[in-house]
């Protein structure tokens, strides 16, 4: 009794389809399974003369899966020497693509994104956006528990963990690690030797900018008379006689680490406490033409890697980055600069 296809073997064969049938000198004579594997055969007649083509599916297009369906796939030439191989997926990243395109294999994806060569055959398709960014890892990569170990992994670059170690750092449980662990090897952005370390943070901070916003935390605007220095002085000296946790993030963190970039505007993170901090600080809330603003932290990792300068507390580098990165207009080019003159020759230099 011959296996069935599975419901993802069968779409893959119907995108496949869709692609083969506008090349008028290529026919689709039949698919049949792979007898040895999980791949299928898909049987052509180009130009009068048969074709094979073999296809290795799977439901994750990262790179660390392309990787070992590409393997696959070399095996399978032992078999057929004359086949054209081909990886599909719902949606292949281009480190993916990159992978199958060293190795002599076609891919295609759910998104549109091919590249098959073979015979007279030559088609190229790049640059479909992922039709689907809600996906699971997604948003588990980058649910507030997994970025404390995000943070801890992007603010000590070039440092090996261990999985007990990296769990004590983050303050997450290990099975937090584990799952985090693993969606960065699908993506092959972690090294292991004689544990883990972060290899590719430059990726790690493309996607997590893509799906992050500072509104995220509970963002309140206000307006003060006062300068903004005087107002960051007066925040500081509250929040330390009251011991409240806070630190200057956005403009107001970035200018102390990149003079370069200048502001008029207040932003800062300041946990939930008792005692209203705003009130404290005679501060009135307002909905347009803010110079100050509050954010309530969406969970405590926003703090990590913290630094106090001139006796005032900021967030990480990265934690800066991330918050200006997604203010629109002149907070991406403070981020820019940031990322330049700060974070880049940091991990540069962690990194040889």
Same mark, same amino acid.
């Given at each position: 009794m011959k296996k069935r296809f599975s419901d993802i073997e069968v779409t893959a064969q119907d995108t496949l389809k869709d692609i083969l049938e506008k090349i008028p000198f290529l026919k689709t004579i039949s698919i049949e399974r792979e007898q040895e594997g999980a791949g299928f055969l898909v049987n052509l007649a180009l130009d009068n003369k048969k074709a094979v083509m073999i296809v290795e599916v799977k439901n994750n297009g990262q790179p660390r899966i392309a990787r070992e369906a590409v393997n696959q796939l070399i095996r399978y030439r032992d078999s057929y020497p004359n086949a054209y191989c081909v990886f599909m997926a719902p949606y292949i990243s281009p480190q993916a693509a990159e992978i199958c395109l060293k190795d002599g294999v076609g891919y295609a994806d759910y998104a549109g994104n091919c590249y098959l060569s073979f015979g007279q055959v030559y088609i190229e398709r790049m640059g479909r956006p992922n039709p689907f960014k809600t996906r699971r890892d997604l948003t588990s990569l980058y649910s507030p528990k997994a970025s404390r170990v995000l943070r801890v992994l992007m603010n000590n670059p070039g440092n090996t963990w261990k999985t007990q170690d990296l769990a004590n750092e983050a303050r997450v449980s290990l099975g937090q690690v584990a799952n985090v662990k693993k969606l960065l090897l699908d993506r092959e952005w972690i090294a292991k030797r004689n544990g883990f370390s972060l290899s590719e943070p430059w990726m790690l901070l493309a996607e997590w900018t893509n799906v992050y916003t500072y509104r995220k935390n509970k963002v309140?605007?206000?307006?003060? =008379?006062?300068?903004?220095? %005087?107002? +960051?002085?007066?925040?500081?000296?509250?929040?330390?006689?009251?011991?409240? /946790?806070?630190?200057?993030?956005?403009?107001?963190?970035?200018?102390?680490?990149?003079?370069?970039?200048?502001?008029?505007?207040?932003?800062?993170?300041?946990?939930?406490?008792?005692?209203?901090?705003?009130? =404290?600080?005679?501060?009135? %809330?307002? +909905?347009?033409?803010?110079?100050?603003?509050?954010?309530?932290?969406?969970? /405590?990792?926003?703090?990590?890697?913290?630094?106090?300068?001139?006796?005032?507390s900021i967030v990480s580098p990265v934690q800066i980055y991330l918050d200006l990165k997604s203010y629109r207009g002149r907070g991406e080019e403070a981020a820019e600069v940031l990322l330049r003159d700060v974070i880049k020759p940091k991990w540069s230099n962690k990194n040889q």
């Open positions: 309140r605007n206000f307006y003060s =008379l006062k300068s903004i220095p %005087e107002m +960051e002085f007066d925040l500081a000296k509250l929040c330390s006689e009251k011991r409240i /946790e806070y630190a200057l993030t956005g403009f107001s963190g970035a200018a102390r680490l990149a003079p370069a970039v200048r502001y008029n505007r207040v932003m800062a993170y300041v946990s939930n406490s008792r005692e209203d901090v705003a009130l =404290l600080l005679n501060l009135k %809330e307002v +909905e347009s033409g803010a110079n100050v603003m509050l954010l309530d932290p969406y969970d /405590e990792g926003v703090f990590y890697g913290r630094q106090v300068i001139d006796d005032i």
